[in-house]
């Protein structure tokens, strides 16, 4: 089976740090994906990268960064975390075409003080 | 990117019960996936349904689309203590899969 794993279940870190998440599959999957989940708000899109070195904002990019240096790691960068990143960040990642199914990390829940 | 909308937004039913979700969408789709989240976790893929089809079955889930009516609809059928999760759906075109708030579904044992 496919695994996509993220580094830290539960992450806390302090206003104005660097705070790097890290996920890694190891199925060779093409696409990668990092989403942030917030109650009553759903699952919004960060970034995705369709290969390694490429990378596209999606809904809600700002405060955030991104690095795709290897295929099978994807890291999402807060350069400066604020209280409102506060959030449960799920990562995925699927083979390249439209019928592919996505298969998602365990998420990493951030909280910034 | 394309979002679906799930409704209703929660759902509680007895176990053994049929549990039924539905999913509105705005733009033309190649196909619709939906997702199950349990508490806490990541996504896992249910079932995709191409734009051709009008239904399909897996086990006890079985998912129709009305592409006339940008609809589709999820029927978890006896359902389970087990099956209480949040579900989503995720219209797939040729954007990244984006999600909406999902429907929460609680099944009483």
């Known amino acids: 089976d496919v695994k996509v794993t993220q580094s830290s279940r539960y992450l806390v870190k302090r206003t104005g740090e660097k705070v790097f998440l890290e996920c890694v599959q190891d199925?060779?999957?093409?696409?990668m994906f990092w989403y942030r989940q917030d109650p009553g708000l759903g699952l919004r899109l960060i970034y995705f990268?369709?290969?390694?070195?490429?990378?596209e904002k999606g809904d809600i990019p700002e405060g955030y960064s991104v690095s795709r240096e290897k295929k099978e790691r994807f890291s999402l960068i807060l350069e400066s975390a604020s209280t409102n990143q506060t959030s449960m960040y799920l990562c995925?990642?699927?083979?390249?075409?439209?019928?592919?199914?996505?298969?998602f990390g365990s998420g990493t829940q951030l909280s910034v003080l | 990117s394309q979002q679906g909308e799930e409704d209703p937004q929660a759902l509680s039913i007895q176990e053994g019960e049929n549990a039924t979700m539905n999913c509105s969408y705005k733009?033309?789709?190649?196909?619709l996936q939906w997702y199950r989240q349990n508490s806490g976790r990541g996504l896992v893929h249910l079932i995709l349904?191409?734009?051709?089809?009008r239904e399909k079955h897996s086990g006890r889930l079985r998912v129709t689309l009305d592409t006339s009516k940008k609809s589709s609809s999820l029927l978890i059928t006896a359902s389970r203590a087990a099956d209480t999760a949040s579900y989503f759906c995720?219209?797939?075109?040729?954007?990244?899969?984006?999600f909406g708030k999902g429907t929460r579904l609680s099944v009483i044992a």
């Open positions: 349904i191409r734009s051709n089809e």
């Open positions: 733009t033309s789709i190649n196909n």
């Open positions: 990268s369709y290969d390694v070195k490429m990378k």
């Open positions: 995925a990642s699927r083979n390249g075409g439209l019928e592919e199914k996505l298969f």
């Open positions: 995720a219209p797939s075109g040729n954007t990244p899969l984006v």
């Open positions: 199925m060779d999957h093409e696409n």
